[in-house]
T-cell receptor, first 113, second 113 residues
Framework: ETGVTQSPTHLIKTRGQQVTLRCSSQSGHNTVSWYQQALGQGPQFIFQYYREEENGRGNFPPRFSGLQFPNYSSELNVNALELDDSALYLC????????????FGSGTRLTVV | EDQVTQSPEALRLQEGESSSLNCSYTVSGLRGLFWYRQDPGKGPEFLFTLYSAGEEKEKERLKATLTKKESFLHITAPKPEDSATYLCAVLDSTETSGSRLTFGEGTQLTVNP
């Protein structure tokens, strides 16, 4: 049974650029959620995808967007990067929209300069 | 809006010195309380899920308990390899907006040999 894999592991971008982060969900999981974790803080919910549709969104602006593919993998896109977007981005997969818990990936460390 | 507060922010113990971490929460209806362990630069690793007051779960040197307002993570005779940040989160879910975890800020535990 494979776990959640995220790519890339580290990324450096310039303010104003766009970035795409990728996530492969754990085998058998049909729901993917994305979280942002700033240094020294707990993860913050960005949004959740279930059956290729957004199924809940946290307090993040529209420049944060996502996709889920038929194989349940997912992408997080961030446009017009700001310095405050520097964080660890975590992908979590689950069954049935997460009612029974989540498995997290190791994250993508994004640095915006 | 769900709120989760963890204390203390940081805890330093000697090997073998037992202690407890606290997680207090305010939710409209608890659907699950999760404990995760997070090592530096890694994603959260699942430890326990608790669903109702009075419930207890154990794993090696860790024991999690739940009341109507708070949860405790008891660490018995800790070892240096237990050093990590411990995160508490509550699950919020609805039929229309999926599910999300609301995390506390975490307790950074250091166990000295």
């Amino acid at each position: 049974e494979t776990g959640v894999t995220q790519s890339p592991t580290h990324l450096i971008k310039t303010r104003g650029q766009q970035v795409t982060l990728r996530c492969s969900s754990q085998s058998g999981h049909n729901t993917v959620s994305w979280y942002q974790q700033a240094l020294g803080q707990g993860p913050q919910f960005i949004f959740q995808y279930y059956r290729e549709e957004e199924n809940g969104r946290g307090n993040f602006p529209p420049r944060f967007s996502g996709l889920q593919f038929p194989n349940y993998s997912s992408e997080l896109n961030v446009n017009a990067l700001e310095l405050d977007d520097s964080a660890l981005y975590l992908c979590a997969s689950s069954l049935s929209r997460g009612f029974y818990g989540y498995t997290f990936g190791s994250g993508t460390r994004l640095t915006v300069v | 809006e769900d709120q989760v507060t963890q204390s203390p922010e940081a805890l330093r113990l000697q090997e073998g010195e037992s202690s407890s971490l606290n997680c207090s929460y305010t939710v409209s209806g608890l659907r699950g309380l999760f404990w995760y362990r997070q090592d530096p630069g890694k994603g959260p690793e699942f430890l326990f899920t608790l669903y109702s007051a009075g419930e207890e779960k154990e794993k090696e040197r860790l024991k999690a308990t739940l009341t109507k307002k708070e949860s405790f993570l008891h660490i018995t005779a800790p070892k240096p390899e237990d050093s990590a940040t411990y995160l508490c989160a509550v699950l919020d879910s609805t039929e229309t907006s999926g599910s999300r975890l609301t995390f506390g800020e975490g307790t950074q535990l250091t166990v000295n040999p």
